[in-house]
């Protein structure tokens, strides 16, 4: 008896591996809508307070993304078994039996249409999209050079709409660039220490489209994106609506200089995107680390400052200082 619960235990451990809860972080994008909105603390009269909606949404994801990672592992298991660290994954060394986590993955499935039929339509296409999409990455385009990345950016794309449907709101372009931009750039960073890894063995291995990639190629490619990344939000911020201080801060502007005023304080968080940049940049060249972006920004504490400085200046920019 204490040996099968032993077992259960293990693969209950094993199972949680798969869903790999770490990757949760890039749903965080859920949330980029409302933020920048204005609306973080809106309380509509006839409905949930939006905060609370995209946390839901949020929730979902969370169930949707971790069911997607389980199927991938399922369809990789030979691939990822000649990985130098892929290989260590559950499934594909054999603690997680394939029927099991073919049943979590349904059963997690299943909750997540059930949830979305509280929210809009579209929401649930979206979900839909991106199931299809997640399916053509692990089947096909992740063995296409180029459209392996342009999915890992769709798939970020498809988060900051969801989290933007459940409540109603509107995008700037410039945002959704940015997004596009940022998505992009962590992929190729994720190609680059991809390449770095298998360095001295057959880099086709394990992902075909690696052997397209040339190491000049990836360089080309991370310095347009990291370039395209800062400057898109660079103008994002400039573009975003004038910023009109009520009587809290009235006298602050009026004992500053003309030459110091601005009506576009979102402005002052770009150097927070423009260090992060230059720091993960550091951490794909320097240290080979950009194979698991989400690790990196958590394990990382110079960037997770940046990350978390970044966020507590955009809050304090447009809730306090608007």
């Given at each position: 008896?204490?040996?099968?619960?032993?077992?259960?235990?293990?693969?209950?451990?094993?199972?949680l591996?798969?869903?790999?809860?770490?990757?949760?972080?890039?749903?965080?994008?859920?949330?980029?809508?409302?933020?920048?909105?204005?609306?973080?603390?809106?309380?509509?009269?006839d409905?949930?307070?939006?905060?609370?909606?995209?946390?839901?949404?949020?929730g979902?994801?969370?169930?949707?993304?971790?069911?997607?990672?389980?199927?991938?592992?399922?369809?990789?298991?030979?691939?990822?078994?000649?990985?130098?660290?892929?290989?260590?994954?559950?499934?594909?060394?054999?603690?997680?039996?394939?029927?099991?986590?073919?049943?979590?993955?349904?059963?997690?499935?299943?909750?997540?249409?059930?949830?979305?039929?509280?929210?809009?339509?579209?929401?649930?296409?979206?979900?839909?999209?991106?199931?299809?999409?997640?399916?053509?990455?692990?089947?096909t385009?992740k063995?296409?050079?180029?459209?392996?990345?342009?999915?890992i950016?769709?798939?970020?794309?498809?988060?900051?709409?969801?989290?933007?449907?459940v409540?109603?709101?509107?995008?700037?372009?410039?945002?959704l660039?940015?997004?596009v931009?940022?998505?992009?750039?962590?992929a190729?960073?994720?190609?680059?220490?991809?390449?770095?890894?298998?360095?001295?063995?057959?880099?086709?291995?394990?992902?075909?489209?690696?052997?397209?990639?040339?190491?000049?190629?990836?360089?080309?490619?991370?310095?347009?994106?990291?370039?395209?990344?800062?400057?898109?939000?660079?103008?994002?911020?400039?573009?975003?609506?004038?910023?009109?201080?009520?009587?809290?801060?009235?006298?602050?502007?009026?004992?500053?200089?003309?030459?110091?005023?601005?009506?576009?304080?979102?402005?002052?968080?770009?150097?927070?995107?423009?260090?992060?940049?230059?720091?993960?940049?550091?951490?794909?060249?320097?240290?080979?680390?950009?194979?698991?972006?989400?690790?990196?920004?958590?394990?990382?504490?110079?960037?997770?400052?940046?990350?978390?400085?970044?966020?507590?200046?955009?809050?304090?920019?447009?809730?306090?200082?608007?």
């Amino acid at each position: 008896m204490e040996n099968k619960n032993r077992r259960n235990e293990s693969v209950l451990i094993a199972l949680l591996r798969t869903a790999r809860p770490r990757q949760w972080i890039k749903n965080l994008a859920l949330y980029a809508a409302l933020v920048f909105s204005g609306l973080f603390f809106f309380d509509p009269v006839d409905g949930w307070p939006y905060l609370v909606t995209v946390t839901y949404a949020f929730g979902i994801f969370c169930l949707l993304t971790s069911s997607v990672y389980i199927i991938n592992d399922i369809i990789d298991q030979e691939a990822d078994s000649h990985h130098p660290f892929k290989r260590h994954r559950p499934i594909a060394s054999g603690s997680l039996p394939v029927p099991v986590a073919t049943f979590a993955a349904i059963a997690m499935l299943t909750v997540v249409f059930l949830m979305s039929m509280w929210l809009s339509g579209f929401f649930r296409l979206l979900i839909l999209t991106y199931l299809v999409l997640q399916f053509l990455y692990a089947k096909t385009t992740k063995h296409i050079p180029i459209l392996d990345v342009i999915s890992i950016a769709t798939g970020f794309l498809i988060r900051i709409y969801a989290g933007a449907v459940v409540v109603n709101l509107h995008m700037s372009v410039w945002f959704l660039l940015t997004v596009v931009s940022a998505s992009l750039f962590l992929a190729v960073g994720k190609r680059q220490s991809e390449r770095t890894l298998m360095a001295g063995k057959d880099v086709g291995e394990t992902r075909k489209s690696l052997k397209r990639y040339s190491q000049r190629l990836l360089d080309q490619y991370t310095g347009m994106f990291a370039n395209a990344t800062w400057l898109t939000y660079a103008l994002f911020t400039f573009q975003n609506e004038v910023v009109r201080p009520d009587e809290r801060f009235a006298n602050f502007y009026t004992i500053l200089p003309r030459t110091l005023q601005s009506q576009k304080l979102l402005m002052l968080t770009l150097p927070f995107v423009i260090v992060g940049v230059m720091r993960y940049l550091q951490l794909v060249y320097e240290d080979n680390e950009g194979e698991s972006p989400e690790l990196v920004i958590i394990r990382d504490k110079a960037l997770l400052t940046t990350c978390f400085l970044f966020g507590i200046s955009v809050m304090i920019v447009i809730y306090f200082l608007t």
